[in-house]
Antibody, heavy 116, light 107 residues
Framework: EGQLVESGGDLVQPGGSLRLSCAAS????????LNWVRQAPGKGLEWVAN????????FYVDSVKGRFTISRDNAKNSLYLQMNSLRAEDTAVYYC?????????WGQGTMVTVSS | DIVLTQSPGTLSLSPGERATLSCRAS???????VAWYQQKPGQAPRVLIYDASSRAPGIPARFSGSGSGTDFALTISRLEPEDFAVYYCQQSGTSLYTFGQGTKLEI
């Protein structure tokens, strides 16, 4: 069936950087668009970014443009989110998700806390 | 960006009743690319419906989606105890995807 496993979440100071990873297994990773979705504590879901199969197309929600970079390594079956200039409002659980007509596979999430 | 507005914010019903959740888009969603997700506390969301009315694999038949253009709905025909959760709609008709703010379905 396959799975996605996020890692890299941590406590970071405002203005700091963090790199999230998402390791995929059990499916042909290079065939799918991949996404990052976040959820602030007690709040709803927010789509953050996505990337196409070969990494040539990337889209971002306006609030992270210029600060976050999505990337992937198909040889390693891995998705990444480089987060720079972090703000308190970036505090959330970050999920990676596979796109197959919808987000049909999700990881368990990794917590990012931005606080001094 | 397309803004999705879900209503009601909270829906209080009992097992066996019918639930209808609404999702309204600020502009027409291309090809009705709307999905619905269910999220339970401490869990990742799971997809129920895609392309407005197609049920995802393994989803019970009591879940159905409908709508087109700017107005979409998720219907649960007879509520089971495990259906009490938060539900989100999402559009993928533009390059920038968006979610609705969610509807909490409570007993």
């Amino acid at each position: 069936e396959g799975q996605l496993v996020e890692s890299g979440g941590d406590l970071v100071q405002p203005g700091g950087s963090l790199r999230l990873s998402c390791a995929a297994s059990g499916f042909t990773f290079s065939n799918f668009w991949l996404n990052w979705v976040r959820q602030a504590p007690g709040k709803g879901l927010e789509w953050v970014a996505n990337i196409n199969q070969d990494g040539s197309l990337k889209f971002y929600v306006d609030s992270v443009k210029g600060r976050f970079t999505i990337s992937r390594d198909n040889a390693k079956n891995s998705l990444y989110l480089q987060m720079n200039s972090l703000r308190a409002e970036d505090t959330a659980v970050y999920y990676c998700g596979r796109w197959n007509f919808a987000l049909d596979m999700w990881g368990q999430g990794t917590m990012v806390t931005v606080s001094s | 960006d397309i803004v999705l507005t879900q209503s009601p914010g909270t829906l209080s019903l009992s097992p066996g009743e019918r639930a209808t959740l609404s999702c309204r888009a600020s502009q027409s969603v291309r090809n009705n690319y709307v999905a619905w997700y269910q999220q339970k506390p401490g869990q990742a969301p799971r997809v129920l419906i895609y392309d407005a009315s197609s049920r995802a694999p393994g989803i019970p038949a009591r879940f159905s989606g409908s709508g087109s253009g700017t107005d979409f709905a998720l219907t649960i025909s007879r509520l089971e105890p495990e259906d009490f959760a938060v539900y989100y709609c999402q559009q993928s008709g533009t390059s920038l995807y968006t979610f609705g703010q969610g509807t909490k379905l409570e007993i």
